[in-house]
């Protein structure tokens, strides 16, 4: 195969923007960067408009999951249980993969990208398969290993795949799924995780020596199972990877449990229950299966009781909300962020009857986490138009044309918040302590 060529743009779009994933209102960049944004110099194009659209018709502006293992190793299960709600005994009767499967995330998601679930047999050292293009125009890859099967084969192709992967795009990120645990003890899940982490790492290892520009990699390895929320929690470190603000949301959410009695938060996408953030405390699968329980009450209760003609899937808005009592002294409140998001919590019971301090410190949260979305969705346009036309994104806006979107010269955006460092800062919005 050809190495990569550095000189066409459209193929390094995501490699050079750190593979983030879109997330937000929006669903692509084509309708956002419009011919009077352009103009206006937010993306930094300038006279360029015709070039910069034909280059955008050469993209597919959605970043892309791959779905990689032998056959049988449960790609399809995974992908129809975590993000189209099947339940886990229905896929039983799926049939095998023998072609490329595109699902897009996106139309009910807040997360937008899109799982391409890759048949076992595809060889990819053949010319005809075009791996360079696909690698490049991919964000992540999750490798799945059937744990019940003899795993050797799998680690051989686990081996080209890494390889061929990391020859296109050293900053795509990778993950190894052992999946089908559910029949194991807990000591032969240890003995196959420790087995094929050994074996993993000295092939990364033997791979940075020949190329050390890859020093920084890194992969992942997760326990999975599609009859628990194993899944669901591995799916959520994988996107929590591909989330440029994550460190933000986490310390927002910090600062949320420190201030309103809270023992643990959660900020979920309702569709699919991937939790893209949670605070600094340990994850206990417990708490996590309970509010995954507790979203599947609320989007339930809510579709019988929302007249059909207002429905809308999911049910989530702003003024979603819904608390539950259990019976071992705990609570488990919700609330939602916006259509896609949700923000889930465990406290005690005792911590409901600050409830008025909870509500205002979840209002000061949800308008920071909006505004840092607004912002992330400015900065990948401007990234990805710079990087079509080869222009950092730092060129300065002519002086006769007004930015859209941007700070003033007193460091406001046009809702006058100030922003430092790209983060920001919330004026009369102070966090509400008891």
């Avoid at 705990?330 to 939602?336: E, S």
Wanted: hydrophobic share 40%.
């Amino acid at each position: 195969m050809n190495n990569v060529n550095s000189e066409d743009p459209t193929r390094q779009v995501y490699s050079e923007l750190g593979n983030f994933i879109p997330t937000g209102y929006q669903e692509n960049y084509d309708c956002e960067l419009s011919q009077s944004t352009v103009a206006a110099g937010t993306c930094g194009v300038g006279n360029h408009l015709p070039i910069f659209q034909n280059m955008l018709s050469q993209v597919d502006e959605k970043p892309k999951i791959l779905l990689m293992g032998l056959r049988r190793s449960g790609k399809s299960s995974i992908q129809r249980v975590v993000f189209h709600k099947m339940a886990p005994n229905e896929t039983l009767f799926l049939e095998s993969t023998h072609k490329i499967e595109k699902n897009d995330v996106s139309e009910c998601s807040f997360i937008k990208f899109q799982i391409w679930d890759f048949p076992g047999h595809i060889d990819f050292c053949d010319e005809t398969f075009q791996s360079e293009a696909i690698f490049l125009a991919s964000c992540a890859i999750i490798f799945i290993i059937d744990a019940q099967d003899d795993y050797h084969a799998a680690l051989t192709r686990l081996h080209a795949t890494l390889e061929s992967a990391f020859r296109f795009n050293m900053n795509i990120k990778f993950e190894v799924f052992i999946h089908k645990v559910d029949c194991l003890s807990d000591d032969q899940k240890m003995d196959i995780q420790r087995d094929i982490t050994q074996h993993v790492t000295s092939v990364l290892e033997d791979l940075l020596c020949e190329q050390p520009s890859n020093a920084g990699i890194s992969i992942g390895f997760h326990l999975t199972t599609i009859y628990d929320h194993s899944i669901f929690e591995a799916f959520s470190k994988v996107v929590q990877k591909l989330i440029p603000y994550l460190e933000a949301f986490e310390h927002l959410l910090n600062i949320f449990i420190t201030n309103s009695m809270v023992d643990k938060a959660f900020l979920f996408d309702v569709t699919s229950k991937i939790y893209l953030a949670t605070d600094s405390n340990a994850v206990d699968m417990q708490t996590y299966e309970l509010c995954c329980d507790m979203i599947d009450v609320v989007v339930d209760v809510a579709a019988i009781y929302t007249p059909q003609s207002n429905f809308v899937d999911p049910p989530v808005s702003e003024q979603t909300g819904a608390t539950i009592i259990l019976n071992n002294d705990r609570a488990l409140y919700l609330r939602g962020v916006n259509q896609y998001m949700a923000l889930a919590c465990l406290m005690y019971e005792e911590s409901l009857e600050k409830m008025g301090l909870i509500e205002f410190n979840f209002c000061v949260i949800k308008n920071a986490l909006q505004q840092m979305l607004e912002l992330n969705q400015q900065h990948a346009k401007r990234e990805l138009a710079a990087l079509l036309i080869h222009q950092p994104s730092s060129d300065p806006i002519p002086e006769d044309e007004e930015p859209v979107n941007e700070l003033d010269s007193s460091g406001k955006d046009e809702d006058g918040q100030e922003v430092s460092d790209g983060e920001p800062k919330y004026q009369n919005r102070d966090i509400r302590r008891e």
